[in-house]
């Protein structure tokens, strides 16, 4: 778990570095000095909260998949679990989709 949690940290921060690489490339090093910074982080704003939107509902649809294919979603059914001689707790990460109905119950 903890190797998983440092290797997706070290992809964002290189996603985030060729972002501000190709940020200054085309616009320049310093070019957000002269940006309005209220109109700018307003405009952030609103696309950050437009895509925890999409998120959200992006997985309230899964949610409603798996429901309506029997998965119990019950708080009991996430108990803790050994990854790498750690303790965590939840459900744990899934390589493909097919892989889900083997961890969760199903009801009935």
């Given at each position: 778990m903890t190797n998983d949690l440092e290797k997706h940290s070290l992809?964002?921060?290189i996603l985030t570095q060729?972002?501000?690489?190709q940020g200054s490339e085309e616009y320049g090093d310093l070019a957000f000095l002269g940006n309005d910074m209220y109109a700018y982080i307003y405009e952030e704003l609103a696309?950050?909260?437009n895509y925890l939107r999409f998120q959200f509902i992006k997985l309230?649809?899964?949610e409603e998949q798996?429901?309506?294919?029997?998965?119990?979603?019950?708080p009991s059914t996430f108990e803790?679990?050994?990854?790498e001689d750690e303790l965590s707790?939840?459900?744990?990460s899934f390589s493909t989709s097919e892989e889900i109905p083997k961890f969760?119950?199903?009801k009935g």
């Amino acid at each position: 778990m903890t190797n998983d949690l440092e290797k997706h940290s070290l992809e964002f921060d290189i996603l985030t570095q060729a972002r501000h690489d190709q940020g200054s490339e085309e616009y320049g090093d310093l070019a957000f000095l002269g940006n309005d910074m209220y109109a700018y982080i307003y405009e952030e704003l609103a696309d950050a909260a437009n895509y925890l939107r999409f998120q959200f509902i992006k997985l309230r649809l899964v949610e409603e998949q798996q429901i309506a294919s029997g998965i119990d979603l019950t708080p009991s059914t996430f108990e803790a679990v050994r990854d790498e001689d750690e303790l965590s707790h939840g459900a744990p990460s899934f390589s493909t989709s097919e892989e889900i109905p083997k961890f969760f119950p199903t009801k009935g």
